[in-house]
Every structure is written in structure tokens, then in C-alpha cells.
């Protein structure tokens, strides 16, 4: 739907994710674990939006949680809560590492959950995967897909959640190999 968006995914490019259609990965095929600098390969759904401000924004409606300084996202493989968002606060933390969610920056102004490794959650799969503002064209992520503010502000007023929207990710080459297996749509 629409024109299409330029994106950015992780600085190492893709390796195989966990998502909604199990991967089947050639031999000698990346698979994405935890740390590794590439964004997941596959299909995934979206399931909650997140940002700075206190509600979404007007017409949006995806879930919503607001960023607040004791928000994080959990890395740390050993934790309970791996690749969980959850408010510090509210759990006794059980990690060594994890995402502050309310950055300094604005590249969680806005953004999404990307559902890689979500069910059920491998520790060491890879985590805390979102669809969110990006730093400028070229330059890649630790593991997530970006762009620019005004389009993933569009994505977001577009999203609703009783469609089921996903993320499909993949090389060309691959999107064109599961094309029909997959029920993809036509790229352009």
C-alpha cells in the first residue's frame, strides 16, 4: 500500500529471524542471535506502538506504551525478562543488561514492536527488534529497521491492529524464492 519507504536494517545486514512462518535456512545461511548487528530475516508481526509523548497520537490504533526513564527493553540473555519491555519498576530485575527505551535521542520518538523471537522467547535469538526513526540513509542499526520520521509516522497512522499487520523482511532474492510459498505480495 503506497509508495514505497527507504529503510535502513542492521550495519551486518540480516540473518534469519523467529517469526510467524518458521525460516528454513540454507546451509551456511546467517541466523540472527543476540548481538550480532543484523536485523531479522522473515515474517513478524507488529504488535505494540511506543513513544515519548504521554498517548498516541490522534487516529492511531496500535497499542500504545508511553517511554518513560524507567522503561527498558531486556537483552541480557540470562534474565527472565529477556526481550521483554517492561517498566523497571514494576518487576524485581533480574538483568545485567537491557535498552533504555526513553533515549536521548529522537530515534524512539516513535516507533514499533517488531515480534522477532516472541513466542516462545529464545534466549540468545535476539532481542528488543523495533521498527523505529533512523539516524540517516546508509547508516545501518544494532538489529532493528528505520526510517525517517515522517514515514514511520504514516506506518504507525496506518497500522491497525484488527488487520494483523506484519513485517515482511527479506533480501530480493529470497522474497522472490517464497514469493508464492509465503503469499507474498508483488514487489515494485
Known amino acids: 500500500m503506497g509508495e514505497p519507504v527507504t529503510v535502513v536494517v542492521g550495519k551486518n545486514g540480516l540473518g534469519w529471524g523467529a517469526g ?3 525460516a528454513n535456512p540454507q546451509s551456511g545461511d546467517p541466523i540472527k542471535k543476540e548481538g550480532d548487528g543484523k536485523a531479522p530475516a522473515g515474517i513478524f508481526r507488529l504488535s505494540t506502538a511506543f513513544g515519548y509523548a504521554p498517548q498516541e497520537q490522534s487516529g492511531w490504533t496500535m497499542p500504545y506504551v508511553s517511554l518513560t526513564p ?22 524485581n530485575p533480574d538483568w545485567n543488561s537491557s535498552e533504555q527505551m526513553r533515549r536521548s ?10 515480534d522477532h523471537n516472541a513466542d516462545p522467547i529464545k534466549p540468545g535469538g ?12 546508509g547508516q545501518g542499526t544494532v ?5 525517517p520520521q ?11 491492529p484488527k488487520r494483523n499487520p506484519m513485517l515482511v523482511q527479506l533480501p530480493a532474492a529470497e522474497y522472490k524464492k517464497m514469493k508464492r510459498k ?3 505480495p508483488e514487489m515494485e
Open 143 to 147: 538489529g532493528c529497521t528505520a526510517m
Open 70 to 91: 524507567a522503561v527498558e527493553c531486556v537483552d541480557d540473555t540470562s534474565s527472565k525478562f529477556y526481550n521483554r519491555i517492561l517498566d523497571r519498576g514494576s518487576v
Open 20 to 22: 510467524v512462518v518458521a
Open 182 to 184: 509465503w503469499k507474498l
Open 126 to 137: 535476539g532481542s528488543c527488534i523495533f521498527m523505529h526513526i533512523w539516524r540517516g540513509p
Open 105 to 114: 535521542d529522537e530515534l524512539y520518538r516513535w516507533g514499533i514492536v517488531v
Open 150 to 160: 515522517e514515514k514511520l509516522e504514516a506506518v504507525l497512522a496506518w497500522l491497525d
